[in-house]
Protein backbone atom coordinates (compact mmCIF):
# COMPACT_ATOMS: atom_id res chain seq x y z
CA UNK A 1 0.00 0.00 0.00
CA UNK A 2 1.31 3.23 -1.35
CA UNK A 3 1.17 6.53 1.23
CA UNK A 4 0.24 9.84 -0.58
CA UNK A 5 1.53 11.43 2.68
CA UNK A 6 4.44 9.60 4.48
CA UNK A 7 5.33 12.45 6.66
CA UNK A 8 2.00 12.87 7.59
CA UNK A 9 1.52 9.20 8.24
CA UNK A 10 4.76 9.42 10.38
CA UNK A 11 3.27 12.74 12.73
CA UNK A 12 -0.29 10.58 13.54
CA UNK A 13 1.52 7.91 14.60
CA UNK A 14 4.04 9.72 17.07
CA UNK A 15 0.93 11.55 18.49
CA UNK A 16 -1.19 8.62 18.99
CA UNK A 17 1.83 6.40 20.31
CA UNK A 18 2.00 10.03 22.87
CA UNK A 19 -1.18 9.74 23.59
CA UNK A 20 -1.16 6.13 24.93
CA UNK A 21 2.10 6.88 26.68
CA UNK A 22 3.67 4.26 24.46
CA UNK A 23 7.31 3.93 25.10
CA UNK A 24 8.24 3.53 21.39
CA UNK A 25 6.91 3.69 18.04
CA UNK A 26 7.54 2.08 14.91
CA UNK A 27 7.02 2.80 11.06
CA UNK A 28 7.98 2.54 7.64
CA UNK A 29 11.56 4.02 7.22
CA UNK A 30 13.21 6.54 4.71
CA UNK A 31 16.08 8.59 4.29
CA UNK A 32 13.65 11.87 4.56
CA UNK A 33 12.20 10.35 7.98
CA UNK A 34 15.61 9.38 9.16
CA UNK A 35 16.48 13.14 8.73
CA UNK A 36 13.33 14.22 10.96
CA UNK A 37 14.38 12.02 13.07
CA UNK A 38 17.55 13.10 13.51
CA UNK A 39 16.61 16.42 14.10
CA UNK A 40 14.14 15.44 16.42
CA UNK A 41 16.53 13.67 18.28
CA UNK A 42 19.20 16.53 18.30
CA UNK A 43 16.81 18.92 19.92
CA UNK A 44 15.82 16.19 22.41
CA UNK A 45 12.39 15.56 21.36
CA UNK A 46 12.86 11.96 21.62
CA UNK A 47 15.72 9.76 23.21
CA UNK A 48 17.22 7.92 20.12
CA UNK A 49 16.14 6.27 16.91
CA UNK A 50 17.43 3.21 15.45
CA UNK A 51 16.86 1.93 11.76
CA UNK A 52 16.40 -1.94 12.02
CA UNK A 53 15.36 -4.45 9.07
CA UNK A 54 12.70 -6.92 9.22
CA UNK A 55 11.36 -9.12 6.20
CA UNK A 56 13.94 -6.91 3.92
CA UNK A 57 12.14 -3.81 4.68
CA UNK A 58 13.62 -1.06 7.05
CA UNK A 59 11.75 -0.22 9.55
CA UNK A 60 12.33 3.18 11.81
CA UNK A 61 11.92 2.79 15.64
CA UNK A 62 11.59 6.21 17.89
CA UNK A 63 12.50 6.01 21.28
CA UNK A 64 9.92 8.91 22.63
CA UNK A 65 10.58 11.10 25.62
CA UNK A 66 8.97 11.96 28.72
CA UNK A 67 9.22 14.49 31.13
CA UNK A 68 7.19 13.44 34.74
CA UNK A 69 4.78 11.48 32.70
CA UNK A 70 3.76 14.12 30.17
CA UNK A 71 5.27 13.36 26.25
CA UNK A 72 7.87 16.05 25.63
CA UNK A 73 5.80 17.00 22.34
CA UNK A 74 3.23 18.90 23.28
CA UNK A 75 2.77 19.66 19.67
CA UNK A 76 3.22 18.41 16.08
CA UNK A 77 1.92 19.88 13.14
CA UNK A 78 2.38 19.25 9.08
CA UNK A 79 2.68 22.99 7.75
CA UNK A 80 3.49 21.67 4.09
CA UNK A 81 0.75 19.14 2.82
CA UNK A 82 0.76 17.72 -0.31
CA UNK A 83 -2.40 18.78 -1.69
CA UNK A 84 -0.63 22.86 -0.39
CA UNK A 85 3.40 23.68 -0.35
CA UNK A 86 4.33 26.05 1.69
CA UNK A 87 7.48 27.91 1.22
CA UNK A 88 8.98 30.54 2.57
CA UNK A 89 12.48 32.38 2.18
CA UNK A 90 15.03 32.63 5.07
CA UNK A 91 14.01 36.22 6.32
CA UNK A 92 9.95 34.72 6.65
CA UNK A 93 10.45 30.98 8.49
CA UNK A 94 8.51 31.55 11.55
CA UNK A 95 9.44 31.68 14.64
CA UNK A 96 7.83 28.36 16.28
CA UNK A 97 6.55 29.47 19.90
CA UNK A 98 8.77 32.07 20.73
CA UNK A 99 11.21 30.35 20.05
CA UNK A 100 10.33 27.72 22.38
CA UNK A 101 9.92 25.02 19.34
CA UNK A 102 11.35 24.17 16.15
CA UNK A 103 10.47 24.02 12.23
CA UNK A 104 11.63 21.43 10.07
CA UNK A 105 12.66 22.79 6.64
CA UNK A 106 13.36 21.48 3.56
CA UNK A 107 16.06 23.42 1.82
CA UNK A 108 18.25 23.15 -1.52
CA UNK A 109 21.18 22.56 1.43
CA UNK A 110 18.80 19.33 3.69
CA UNK A 111 16.32 19.05 6.06
CA UNK A 112 17.80 21.21 9.22
CA UNK A 113 15.65 23.11 11.62
CA UNK A 114 14.60 26.71 11.34
CA UNK A 115 17.45 28.29 13.20
CA UNK A 116 20.52 26.38 10.96
CA UNK A 117 18.14 27.56 7.88
CA UNK A 118 18.05 31.44 8.82
CA UNK A 119 22.00 30.51 9.92
CA UNK A 120 23.01 29.55 6.69
CA UNK A 121 20.47 32.36 4.73
CA UNK A 122 18.50 30.26 3.08
CA UNK A 123 14.49 28.78 2.83
CA UNK A 124 12.79 26.30 1.76
CA UNK A 125 9.62 24.46 2.12
CA UNK A 126 7.95 24.02 5.79
CA UNK A 127 7.92 20.28 6.37
CA UNK A 128 6.71 20.42 10.11
CA UNK A 129 6.34 22.09 13.35
CA UNK A 130 7.01 20.79 16.59
CA UNK A 131 6.90 22.23 20.53
Given at each position: ?????????????????????????????????????????????????????????????????????????????RVSKP?????????????????????????????????????????????????
Amino acid sequence: MTLSDPIGDMIARVKNAQARNHKKVDLPSSNFKNKIAEILKNEGFIKEFKINSENNKNVLSLELKYHSGNPVISAFERVSKPGRRIFSSADSLPKINNGLGIAIVSTPKGVMTDMDARKQRVGGEIICKVF
